[in-house]
């Protein structure tokens, strides 16, 4: 071990799982699929199609909607390349889309199926890195473009009548990793695919959609809500898959800390990102190549740099192979880490999920997951980047301290033996809807005929954009009355993405989500780019850059935040006695409103610092519950906040096990006595305008949601509460007030009227 720490880590494993290797099982070619075709796979080492591929491909070929979901590296290419390239190979005239969630995917198809289609199919991408001139040539010329659903919001769709042609050939839509089109980013590209649809419709086309998914609960359903069409399932992997050995992992807590210098002066455990790090480091040492998921930007950083530095006293040499990839890196950067890692070049790779959807890394022997992904799917779907034909793979999933890593490393059957959540999106949710009838009437007058496309919500939705002046109602339709284009963002959060740049040299350095800008780049923010630390010295909201420098404190930052919350309106509720359950509408005000240091070593606080920053608002929806004071055990009455708020820092810790969501998703307010409701009350909100659906799937799961949490709390060995259990990353209080007993019994209460209810 580079770290010296073997003594210690042999006590972290918590289960191991073993995944057997799985035979392929192979099928003769489709008789349609032409021999130039069958020839240059074969070029390619493809000397037949795995069932689940063949099966796939010839509901295609006949017209059919279908989605491929299974696991990684199944070969879910094949199974649209196939009926699309021999489309485009019989068609001579035909046309196909190719979508995928990010440009690094996109790329990484274009070269596929720039070796596999006839010299007349043209494939090309079409991204905002494209230049202008190459823009008309692939208008004219290319049969299959490569694209993502911003381009297609953004540059085709608006511009349909330069895409005509284009679009009146166009026989299929694919649409790969489309499990990432989830919340509301899902419901925003569904949405892009009904006005494309329309289009095409209007132009005399219905093009066939062949979905790629990652193993996901209920596929067709999911896909048929993004498509709006009936789409029918692949399920049964035919690919072979070699052995995993799949070990949980649970840092050791850390030795020797004072008990002032620990913030809450909770246990805490050593931090999942220096142990990936370790891990990652010890791989690397031993030519072990691997791939390091990590949940943060930052954190991937973090990992790269450690493990460099550990292999740099170690094995020097090998400290180089090791670097961080993530999503705000610029284009260049990011292709040359994808070329070196497949050419194995680098040995060590820490990366964020920008690499989960991204290229086609192959042959890897071990996959490393620093805290849980978020979803069971993406679980799968990182961990199946582990594995080259015929050689044991091995894959670590290291729980962060937090309730959800923590309950899910001693809890192994919430892993393995559980089916893979569905994809949660709300094409329903007035706030994506609107904008995009906005949208689509600005591409032509929306009809009546339109309405169905666009789902029930239509119709109040068309009143209130004529009543707000949006659109004009005349007899042959709704017209857009703007002058320009709407101006909406896919990607859910509103507003420009904030670059990040480096005062000295006006080195743009990278970018962040303008939702995230007030957490992640403050004045005063530490932020981390390719291992060198940098200082946030101004955060230019209007102009949407951070001005930095770099310097190296030995302190890490934490924002603070304030959050009120009043009650719109209430959508459904379960009445149980004492205790009420509820699903409504909610208005939020969240604002930043300083930080605290604290040593990096230690996390011992520095101090705390004010910001200045703007209030933002959120009208979103809740679910929440309200306990009558008098059904509150004894023993809590003392500390009722403490306990509401343990409880709702849990419940939030725990609710990505019944929705697709992370924490990250979701906001929470606890109050002893909400004005709204008069009484004690736990609130938890999906954090995006017009909520994403997470809300409503706590609400309906109510009962295993709740029951997790409060085992998850109860089984904690911690005294008092700990990042464990009951501490959360986000806190805006810094986890004051909590308590955790308080916290169980309070659930106790819940838990039981809710189950007298139902009796
Ligand atoms: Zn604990
Ligand atoms: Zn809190």
């Known amino acids: 071990m580079v770290s010296g720490r073997a003594a210690t880590t042999a006590g972290c494993v918590t289960h191991v799982e073993r995944l057997p290797a799985r035979a392929g099982v192979g099928v003769p070619w489709p008789q349609w699929v032409p021999q130039g075709l069958r020839e240059r796979l074969a070029d390619r080492g493809v000397v037949a199609p795995w069932r689940h591929q063949a099966e796939a491909a010839e509901i295609a070929w006949r017209g059919g909607h279908v989605v491929v979901a299974t696991g990684t590296a199944s070969g879910k290419s094949l199974a649209y390349q196939m009926p699309v390239l021999a489309r485009l190979a019989t068609e001579t005239k035909a046309t196909a889309i190719y979508l995928s969630p990010t440009k690094a995917l996109a790329a990484d198809q274009l070269r596929s199926v720039v070796a596999l289609a006839d010299e007349t199919v043209r494939p090309s991408g079409y991204d905002g890195d494209t230049p202008t001139a190459e823009r008309d040539w692939i208008r004219q010329y290319a049969r299959l473009v490569l694209t993502n659903p911003d381009m297609l919001h953004r540059g085709i769709l608006p511009r349909h009548d330069a895409w005509a042609t284009f679009l009146r050939r166009l026989r299929y839509v694919v649409i790969d990793e489309c499990h990432a089109y989830r919340g509301v980013f899902g419901s925003h590209v569904a949405h892009v695919l009904r006005r494309l649809r329309r289009i095409c419709a209007r132009y005399g086309s219905e093009p066939t959609f062949i979905l790629a998914s990652a193993t996901a609960g209920d596929p067709a359903t999911t896909a048929g809500r993004l498509t709006g069409l009936p789409v029918a399932a692949v399920t049964e992997d035919g690919s072979p898959r070699a052995g995993v050995t799949f070990a949980l992992w649970e840092p050791p807590?850390?030795?020797?800390?004072?008990?002032?210098?620990?913030v809450d002066a909770a246990p805490v455990r050593r931090s999942a990102l220096m142990e990936t790090a370790d891990l990652l480091a010890d791989a690397v040492s031993h030519g072990v190549r691997t791939l390091a998921f990590v949940r943060s930007r930052r954190g991937a950083e973090v990992v790269a740099s450690v493990a460099r530095r550990g292999l740099g006293h170690a094995v020097p040499e090998l400290a180089e192979r090791v670097a961080a990839y993530r999503g705000g890196y610029l284009r260049d950067e990011r292709r040359a880490l994808e070329r070196a890692l497949v050419s194995g070049e680098l040995l060590g790779l820490a990366a964020t999920n920008a690499l989960e959807l991204g290229i086609d890394v192959a042959g890897l022997d071990a996959v490393l997951l620093a805290g849980y992904p978020g979803t069971l799917a993406s679980l799968w779907q990182q961990a199946g980047r582990a594995g080259r034909a015929g050689r044991e793979a091995l894959c670590v999933f290291v729980a962060r301290d937090d309730p959800l890593d923590t309950y899910l490393v001693h809890h192994p059957q919430a892993l393995f033996g559980r089916p893979v959540e569905a994809t949660v999106l709300d094409p329903g949710n007035p706030y994506v809807l609107g904008p995009h009838l906005c949208c689509a009437a600005a591409e032509l007058p929306l009809t009546p005929d339109d309405l169905l496309l666009f789902g029930d919500q239509t119709e109040g939705v068309l009143d209130a954009l004529v009543a707000a002046g949006a659109l004009r109602r005349r007899p042959t339709g709704w017209y857009w009355t703007g002058t320009g284009r709407?101006?909406?963002?896919?990607?859910?959060?509103?507003?420009?993405?904030?670059?990040?740049?480096?005062?000295?040299?006006?080195?743009?350095?990278?970018?962040?989500?303008?939702?995230?800008?007030h957490v992640q780049v403050h004045p005063g923010a530490v932020h981390l780019h390719q291992g060198t630390s940098y200082v946030v010295d101004q955060l230019d909201l209007d102009d949407a850059v951070a001005l930095v420098h770099a310097e190296e404190p030995d302190w890490t930052t934490h924002p603070r935040d304030v959050t009120n919350l009043g009650v719109v309106s209430v959508t459904s509720y379960v009445d149980a006695g004492p205790v009420g359950l509820f699903l409504?509408?909610?208005?939020?005000?969240n604002q930043v409103v300083g930080y605290q240091r604290r040593r990096l070593t230690t996390r011992e606080?520095?101090?705390?610092?004010?910001?200045?920053?703007?209030?933002?608002?959120?009208?979103?929806?809740?679910?929440?519950?309200?306990?009558?004071?008098?059904?509150?055990?004894?023993?809590?009455?003392?500390d009722v906040p403490g306990a509401l708020h343990a409880a709702e820092h849990a419940a939030i810790g725990l609710l990505p096990l019944v929705a697709t969501c992370d924490r990250w998703d979701i906001g929470g307010l606890s109050t002893a006595a909400h004005p709204d409701t008069g009484v004690p009350t736990v609130f938890v909100y999906d954090g995006h305008q017009g909520g994403a659906g997470f809300a409503e799937r706590a609400y309906l799961a109510a009962s295993d949601w709740l029951t997790a949490t409060r085992t998850a709390i109860a089984e904690c060995l911690c005294e008092k509460g700990c990042p464990s259990c009951v501490h959360s990353p986000k806190c805006g209080n810094g986890n004051d007030p909590l308590d955790k007993a308080g916290a169980v019994a309070v659930l106790d209460v819940v838990l039981g009227a809710l189950r007298d209810a139902r009796r």
Do not use: M, N
Not at 253 to 262: H, K, M
Not at 487 to 492: E, K, M, S, T, Y
Not at 621 to 633: D, E, G, N
């Open 486 to 517: 709407p101006d909406v963002d896919l990607r859910g959060s509103g507003g420009l993405e904030v670059s990040i740049v480096e005062a000295a040299t006006g080195r743009l350095l990278g970018t962040v989500d303008p939702a995230a800008a």
């Open 253 to 262: 807590p850390l030795p020797g800390l004072d008990a002032d210098g620990v």
């Open 584 to 589: 409504g509408e909610v208005e939020v005000t």
């Open 605 to 638: 606080v520095i101090d705390t610092r004010p910001l200045d920053l703007p209030a933002r608002e959120l009208r979103t929806v809740a679910v929440w519950w309200t306990i009558a004071p008098s059904a509150l055990p004894d023993d809590v009455e003392c």
